[in-house]
């Protein structure tokens, strides 16, 4: 049975940093790409950035330059480090085994104040 268990996430003011982590099992992580997908409050799911087996990453428009996204093998875990975070960014994260979200874990709230 595939797990995907996010945990690190909470308040933070505008400017600041916060490290997600997503904790895997269930499948072969190291050779799967991996999703971070999000979700503000009355929005729809939003692609937010992957990262391939072999580490290299992409992310969204409204993220690229702050975010951060990075994976270890050897423990299947998934990172994804916030930097310069803004309000926009406030939103329940996800991490997912694509990108439209259809497998995910069940979130970590990010709440960001200025």
């Known amino acids: 049975e595939v797990q995907l268990v996010e945990s690190g996430g909470g308040s933070v003011e505008t400017g600041g940093s916060l490290r997600l982590s997503c904790a895997t099992s269930?499948?072969?992580?190291?050779?799967?790409?991996m999703y971070w997908v999000r979700q503000a409050p009355g929005k729809e799911l939003e692609w937010v950035a992957d990262?391939?087996?072999?580490?290299?990453?992409y992310y969204g428009d409204s993220v690229k330059g702050r975010f951060i996204s990075s994976r270890d093998n050897a423990k299947s875990i998934l990172y994804l480090q916030l930097n310069k975070v803004k309000t926009e960014d406030t939103a329940m994260y996800y991490c997912?085994?694509?990108?439209?979200?259809?497998?995910r874990g069940q979130g970590t709230q990010v709440t960001v104040s200025s």
């Open positions: 997912a085994r694509d990108r439209y979200g259809n497998v």
């Open positions: 990262i391939r087996d072999v580490g290299s990453a």
């Open positions: 269930g499948f072969s992580f190291d050779f799967h790409s």
